[in-house]
């Protein structure tokens, strides 16, 4: 029998801490053995069966008086790359909360690190995984669709502001660019971005983008706007979105190429809708595939809780885990590249 994987968690009030921890207590093979807090007014976010751990103020006293084998970080991106660098460093395997940073520049020399020292790192893109998301990449790699020639993909959430309604905080610091680096399309958008790079396969080589930012709002970073992404092959893909909804989220991703289409919506029914003038298809060339997913608590659900063994199988088994820091890297590279876009106001040439 194996042992159960000794974990720790560093961060304690990440707005996706409180999620990440609900889907370890679905983990029956984990043992969280500790928390790291950036100031012991953060565990009043724990919940059971977590209270009774201990908690440091020193990610050095952590390493020093706890023995574990993995870790999950959780820390504002001005923040994330340092300690994850201490913690690399000491060789242990890393979960880190998306982006990593607030920027490729400041994650790079962690990429480097990490890449040096051989542990296993994933960033929190737990779409990857799902059971949707893994069809529409094999029926693009059996040529359902034939060459891509574009992606369309769109993703709407709740304003920023309006205290008497669930709106987001502005004075959280996911609004400060000190802190964050940048907004919807470093803490969203960047999710579409992952997951275009896992379907396609190919590199960015331009960058076209035009980002909003509310000046009717206290933050400095951008509530939406929309990139052009041009990759090697040909296909253009499009990203639109931004805090521009009343309540809930909005999503799209549409695959259109030389002999067929696949349409998503992430938010609706799970389905995906697909035409193809392949013979594969010729009884039925346009056909609703309709799935049963059993839900899950967490974050990502049941998807999320895949990420995170996948993860630790890895390090058991002692291969390259399903995402890795070097994709989360190039997510980061492409943000980077709208935001250089917007503030220019031209095409960005990139090699991505």
């Known amino acids: 029998m194996k042992s159960k994987f000794r974990l720790a968690f560093v961060g304690v009030d990440h707005p996706h801490g409180w999620l990440y921890r609900e889907s370890l207590k679905r983990m029956p093979e984990v043992e969280v053995v500790a928390f790291y807090a950036r100031s012991e007014d953060e565990t009043k976010t724990l919940q059971e069966p977590f209270t009774s751990r201990p908690v440091y103020t020193s990610i050095s006293r952590l390493l020093a008086e706890e023995d574990f084998e993995g870790v999950m970080v959780m820390l504002p991106n001005n923040e994330e790359p340092q300690a994850c660098m201490e913690l690399a460093e000491v060789g242990k395997h890393i979960m880190a909360e998306k982006p990593v940073a607030r920027n490729a520049q400041e994650m790079k020399p962690l990429v480097d690190l990490v890449n040096r020292v051989g542990i296993k790192f994933i960033v929190g893109y737990p779409w990857r995984f799902h059971p949707i998301c893994q069809d529409i990449k094999r029926l693009l790699r059996e040529g359902l669709v034939g060459r891509v020639n574009t992606l369309d993909s769109k993703m709407f959430a709740s304003f920023v502001g309006a205290e008497d309604m669930p709106h987001r905080d502005p004075n959280h610091y996911l609004f400060n660019k000190k802190v964050s680096g940048g907004g919807f399309f470093n803490w969203l958008l960047v999710h579409w971005i ?148 917007s503030q220019a106001g031209r095409q960005m040439t990139e090699r991505i």
């Open 194 to 341: 992952d997951l275009i790079f896992f379907f396609l396969k190919d590199e960015v080589t331009s960058v076209t983008a035009m980002v909003d930012t509310d000046v009717n709002l206290p933050i400095d970073v951008e509530v939406g706007g929309a990139a052009l992404l041009k990759f090697s092959k040909g296909a253009i893909a499009s990203l639109h979105g931004g805090y521009y909804l009343p309540e809930g989220k909005e999503s799209t991703f549409n695959i259109y190429g030389s002999e067929g289409w696949i349409r998503w919506n992430p938010q609706g029914e799970p389905e995906i809708h697909a035409f193809t003038t392949s013979s594969r298809w010729q009884i039925a060339p346009e056909r609703k595939i309709r799935y049963s997913l059993t839900e899950e608590g967490g974050y990502g659900g049941r998807y999320g809780i895949a990420m995170l063994r996948d993860w630790i199988e890895s390090i058991r088994e002692d291969r390259p885990p399903v995402h890795s820091i070097n994709n989360a890297l190039r997510a980061l590279q492409v943000v980077d590249a709208v935001y250089k876009s």
